[in-house]
Every structure is written in C-alpha cells, then in structure tokens.
C-alpha cells in the first residue's frame, strides 16, 4: 500500500511551502505498510462529529481539535445563544456588545474569522455589530459542533480560527407524528422562551415544522438592572423530504428567524455635540430567511459514491440605527438586505477501503446596497443620503479534495482546495469614490493531519493547516466608526489573510473517560487591522471631522496566536462524572511588537454531575477567568483596559420523571458577582456587565 497518497503530499508541501515539483515527484516513490493486526474492539464513542471532515466521524478518532454539543447539553446549560452555550469550552470564549450580540471566539479570533454555519449554510452578512449567530435560535437547535484551527479546505473564506455548525432538526422518516417542545424561564432578565418542533412521516413522505420564541426583558447584573439588553425573538423552520428509494432522497427547506427591538449598549459613545451627549446602536429589527432545495445519493455498500447538491437563496435584513441619547431619536439610520445565491454540491467516494475520498464545489453570490441616513448637526433637522456604496457584491467560488486514509492504527487526514474570491461595487462614500474598488484574489489551502491510536486512551495526533480569509464587504467598502474608538477607512484594495497553524494534541475514550488536550501556534500574515494615520492623510482618508481618530484598514506584516486548551470528563464512580477545561491563548502583534488586540483572559471551568435518586441528578460548575493585564496599548490607543479576574458558581438538579421527559431547575452566578469578560464590548469603564444571579427553569419533552 502506498503511504504517500498524491493528495496527502501535495497537502505536505503546501503547508510546508516546498516547491510543488517535489510534491509530484515525492508521489512517485515506493512505501509499504505492514499491517500489525490488532483484535481489541473498538471503543464505544459517545460523539460524532460532521463538520470537521464533512461525514460523520467519531471526535475521538479525527486529528482535528473539535468540540460539539447535544440536544441534552445545550437543554442543561439553558443559554440563550450559540455563545452562551459554548463559552468555557476549551479554546472558545465570547464577545459581544448586548445580551442578544454574543458572538464565540475561537483561539482568539473573533467573527471575522470564524465562519458560522446553520445546516451547512454560511451566514453571510458585513457584520458590524451584533452576532452572526443572532441570526438563528438556539432553542431549535439539535447539536452545535465546533471546528477549531483553519478549516478552509472545507469552509473556504473566513475559516482561520475555524468553523461552527448549527445543525437543526431534519424531516425524518419515522411513521407517525411526533412531537419535541420546550419551554424555559429565567429570572435575571425575567425572560420567557419556548420551542415546538413536529415531525410526521408516511411512506416516503416526511415533513418536519419547528417554531422558537423568546421574549426577555433588560437583565440584572450584580450592580443592577442593565438598560436596553431585552428583546423579542422569533423562529420559523420547515422541511419536506421524498425518497426516490432506499439511497436517494430530494428535501425542499426554509428557515425564518427575526429579532425585534435589539439595543447594542456596548456601542455607546460620546458625542461633541453638548445636545447629543452619546450615541447607541440599536437594531429594530434583524431578519434571516433561506430557501432551499437539495437532493442526496447516499453511499452504501452497493453504492460507493455518495453525492448531496444544495440550491439556495438566503436574505439577512438589518436596520442599524444611531440613537442620540440627548435628543432621545435617531440621528442616522442604515437599511440593508444582504442577498446571497449559493450551491453547494459534495461527494464522497470510497475508492479503496483504507481510502475515503471527498470532493465538493461551492459557489454563492452576496448582493447588499444599503439605504442609509444622517442628520445633519446641529439642529438635525434634515436627514441627507450617506451610503457608505452602492451595488456591492461579493463572489466567491472554491473546489476541494479530501483524502481520509486509515492503515491499521494510523489514520492520515489530508486535503487540498482552491478558492477565487471577487469584490466590488459601483461607488463608495456617497459616490465621491468610482475608481480602485474592485479587487479579485485567488488561494490555496491545505491540511495535513496524522493520529496514531496506540490505544483506546491514547491517540496522539498532529496537524498542520493553512486557511485564508478575504476582506469582507465591510473592510472593502463601509467606512466608519469601530469599537475601539476609532474611524476606520474602508479599503478595496486589501489583500487577504493567510494563516498557518501548527498543532500538537492527544485524545482518548473509554466508558469512563473522555479528555483532549493540544498545544497549538497560528501565524497569520497580511493580518487585516487598521492603522492610524495623522495630518492631511487623516483628513483625506476620513474627514476633517473625524481626522484626530482615523485608521485606515490595513495589511500587518504578521501576527501569532498560541496556546493550550485541555478538556476531560471522567466517570470516577458509577453514574457521578468530574469535567475540567482549561483554556490559556496568547497572542503577539509582530509589527507594533505588542499583545494582540481583544486576546481572552485564562480560564479554568470545573464540574461534577451525578445521580443522586431515582430520576434525579444534580450537577454544580466553577468557573474561574484570570485578570487579562496582557493589552493593546498602541494599537487600541489606551482603549482596551485591564480587566479583573472573577470565579462565578452554578448549580442545578434534573428530574427525569419519564422516558424524554425533564424538568430542570438551576440558580447561575450564585454570588451575584458582578463583572464582565475582557472580550466584552464597550469604552473602558462601561462595558456591559454579564447578568447576576438568576434563578433557570426549563422543561422538554418528547412525545
């Protein structure tokens, strides 16, 4: 058997940057395995994962740094977002500017360099406050799995810190109707929600249908009510699926989320104008709706080749209005529809049985041109056009090849992919710009990962990757204040970031442990950032007004994150499980020879979970976050503060009463600490503070 696959070399040489005709004729040479025959059965996995190689895979067996989260867990931890739920998890943390505005940071990347995914769709959108993952409700949610590391071999674009995959409830063909809800309270923000998710199926006829609704009002921290963090959300998902026979199927789906009344009380800044005083961000209404129709070839074992194509159309409407806290009305407004076209089509080939090859193509379109307004000071008594551009598109199309190889005990996970990424636009700034705004770009990525099982509790593994992102519409095109007090010029012309991770881990499963643990160094060049600019480059590229805070988006040399996360459960008595994640990242601005911008703080979560009577078990977590003292000076401009450490205590208890049913009680933040994390939006001093102590209650079933 040749161990030395072309594609595995290739991949090889690509992110060791040796010349592509050493890879060619690498391929060539001779290499054999001895089989070393094992006969110990294999372990029972607990988790399996998609997103990290496109099928299902055990975690424990992929030489990728993954973490995912079931239907049970995200119902114990009772969060209201995708970033709540995850946050502790090694190597994730959270940003945000509101309650609803919580975005996952994944090893220090935040979400321009995370792709967000529901069902395998992206949420396209220029995000310039709030969450990506806002666009859908975690309440429908079956499982979220988390891919941490470059993942452009699969993901494209945007994929340097990783991916999240969202994966709602699909039509199923188990006859009869059948019936999950939910229903949940809380009493920090003395908030309500609820879910209903239906599916019903006869012959080759199935169909599902699930609605989500949230209604919170503004939480208490630790200090107090915290103003403008309620709103109203809602969710709509259908889907309805044929099947041709026992391997194919046709599916048609559509998804509709909405949030109504949204505040970003991380935005609020300090205005010249005595009348005005500070201006916040709010959004009164976000809304996200996707159609799709797909069809899928399932491989079997008559069948080697499995194929799944996907059409779709999805909208992501925002209105980003600016509040004038003096004049208590709106001073500047923003209307904008991203619209993107996509399709997707992938296949999986087992072309040998120690060889599973996977191939795809993606291609989609986004198309926004917003409607935005200002007022004009001082009297604000008009409202004029102030479109940051018109007309603006991005493209982007990309192929890949994945070879998943497994001789004996060694498994080698190797791919390859090329992706062409297009922006442009008819004018910027109001149409004062026409000339220098269309840009195209073309990359290569590539992984190589290799896991050595030397036993069930054993698997060592070792990964190289290297991802890339092109600027997105924002950086290219919208010009404007940022969250670290400046205002940022948009550029065009920036060129895209290539990150290059190098990773060292060990994994392992049994009945009664499950742990991971890597170390880990991401080098990322062209690191797109601003950088200040003074005197008539100011005012050129800014405007007088804005001319003493002005930054233009930029190309760094280099930036590098490194790190170390662990995560371990283990069963030390019958029914009673201790968990522990530990998350320690570091990051380095290698030009202005400082701390990386917004790096998170140390953390360490500790828990335990048992049985304690018949249908019940009760579960308490503690978890610590380390004073960050490691802050952009320069770069922020003073902005970015020390922020204290703070250790938080939650318990709960779970009463089974009947097969798919529970009632869960918990009480987070017992101490009713006040705080917030360091990745928290918001000028020094007035960050949003996290909820206090709130009293959690939640109810499913299935029937």
Same mark, same amino acid.
């Given at each position: 058997m040749n161990t030395r696959t072309p594609i595995a070399l290739a991949a090889l040489a690509l992110v060791a940057g040796l010349p592509a005709a050493f890879a060619q004729d690498a391929a060539t040479e001779e290499a054999a395995v001895v089989a070393a025959g094992d006969d110990e059965a294999a372990a029972t996995l607990s988790t399996v994962t998609v997103t990290a190689t496109g099928y299902e895979t055990p975690a424990v067996e992929t030489p990728v740094a993954t973490t995912e989260l079931g239907a049970e867990g995200i119902q114990q931890r009772q969060a209201a977002n995708v970033a709540e739920a995850l946050k502790g998890e090694p190597g994730l943390a959270a940003s945000g500017d509101s309650a609803q505005g919580q975005n996952i940071v994944i090893r220090g990347l935040q979400k321009e360099g995370v792709v967000m995914m529901v069902d395998g769709v992206r949420l396209n959108s220029a995000q310039p406050v709030g969450a990506v993952s806002s666009f859908m409700s975690l309440g429908l949610a079956e499982k979220v799995e988390v891919v941490k590391g470059p993942s452009s071999v699969l993901y494209g674009t945007g994929a340097l810190g990783g991916a999240i995959n969202v994966r709602l409830p699909q039509a199923r063909f188990t006859p009869g109707v059948h019936w999950r809800t939910g229903l949940g309270f809380d009493s920090a923000s003395k908030g309500v929600n609820g879910a209903l998710v239906m599916n019903a199926s006869q012959g080759d006829h199935a169909f599902m249908g699930g609605v989500a609704l949230r209604h919170a009002n503004d939480y208490r921290s630790g200090d107090g009510k915290v103003p403008r963090t309620g709103y109203d959300s809602r969710a709509f998902i259908g889907q309805y699926r044929y099947r041709i026979d026992a391997n194919q199927q046709i599916r048609l789906s559509a998804q509709q989320q909405r949030d109504d009344d949204v505040w970003h009380p991380g935005t609020t800044q300090p205005h010249p104008l005595p009348a005005v005083g500070s201006t916040t961000i709010r959004s009164p209404r976000t809304e996200r709706r996707l159609y799709e129709a797909g069809y899928n070839l399932a491989r079997s074992s008559t069948t080697p080749v499995g194929v799944d194509l996907r059409l779709y159309r999805q909208e992501m409407h925002r209105t980003i209005h600016g509040w004038a806290n003096g004049l208590r009305r709106d001073i500047n407004t923003n209307d904008v529809k991203f619209k993107t076209d996509g399709f997707d089509a992938k296949g999986e080939w087992l072309a040998h049985p120690q060889h599973l090859l996977s191939f795809g193509v993606n291609l989609w379109q986004m198309k926004a041109s917003p409607d935005a307004r200002q007022w004009a000071p001082p009297s604000f008594a008009q409202a004029a056009a102030s479109n940051p551009f018109k007309n603006g598109k991005m493209r982007a199309a990309g192929v890949y090849l994945q070879d998943d190889m497994q001789f004996d005990r060694l498994r080698v996970l190797a791919g390859v992919r090329y992706d062409r990424v297009r922006g442009s636009a008819d004018w910027l700034n109001n149409g004062s710009v026409t000339s220098g705004i269309n840009r195209s770009d073309s990359a290569v990525s590539g992984n190589l990962g290799l896991m050595y099982e030397v036993q069930p509790l054993v698997r060592p593994y070792v990964n190289i990757a290297r991802g890339f992102r092109a600027a997105d519409m924002r950086e290219r095109f919208q010009s404007g204040l940022r969250f670290d007090g400046s205002y940022y010029a948009a550029n065009p012309? $920036?060129?895209?970031?290539? *990150? &290059?991770? @190098?990773?060292?881990?060990?994994?392992?499963?049994? +009945?009664?442990?499950?742990? #991971?643990?890597? @170390?880990?160094?991401?080098? %990322?060049? /062209?690191?797109?950032?601003?950088?200040?600019?003074?005197?008539? #480059? =100011? %005012? =050129?590229?800014?405007? =007088?007004?804005?001319?003493?805070?002005?930054?233009?988006? !930029? /190309?760094?040399?280099? !930036?590098?994150?490194?790190?170390?996360?662990?995560?371990?459960?283990? +069963?030390?008595?019958?029914?009673?499980?201790?968990?522990? *994640?530990?998350?320690?990242?570091?990051?380095? /601005?290698?030009?202005?020879?400082?701390?990386?911008?917004?790096?998170?703080?140390?953390?360490?979560?500790?828990?335990?979970?048992?049985?304690? *009577?018949?249908?019940?078990?009760?579960?308490? +977590?503690?978890? =610590?976050?380390?004073?960050?003292?490691? $802050? #952009?000076? *320069? @770069?922020?401009?003073? &902005?970015?503060?020390?922020t204290g450490g703070y250790v938080l205590l939650d318990i709960g208890a779970t009463w089974r009463y009947c097969p798919g049913h529970a009632l869960r009680i918990a009480i987070k933040n017992i101490a009713d600490h006040s705080y917030h994390n360091h990745l928290a939006v918001g000028r020094p001093g007035y960050e949003v503070q996290a909820p206090g102590r709130s009293l959690a209650i939640s109810w499913n079933a299935e029937f």
């Open positions: 012309q $920036v060129s895209p970031e290539k *990150a &290059t991770q @190098f990773e060292l881990g060990l994994k392992g499963a049994d +009945q009664n442990v499950e742990y #991971a643990l890597s @170390f880990f160094r991401n080098r %990322i060049s /062209n690191y797109i950032t601003g950088t200040p600019l003074v005197g008539q #480059a =100011a %005012i =050129a590229a800014c405007g =007088a007004q804005q001319a003493g805070i002005c930054k233009q988006t !930029v /190309n760094l040399g280099s !930036v590098t994150i490194k790190g170390f996360e662990a995560g371990a459960r283990w +069963q030390f008595m019958p029914g009673h499980w201790l968990s522990a *994640a530990y998350t320690r990242i570091r990051g380095r /601005n290698n030009d202005l020879k400082e701390p990386l911008y917004q790096m998170p703080a140390d953390t360490l979560t500790v828990g335990w979970e048992g049985g304690v *009577a018949a249908g019940w078990t009760m579960d308490a +977590q503690v978890h =610590a976050s380390a004073r960050q003292k490691r $802050v #952009a000076t *320069a @770069f922020s401009r003073g &902005t970015e503060d020390v």
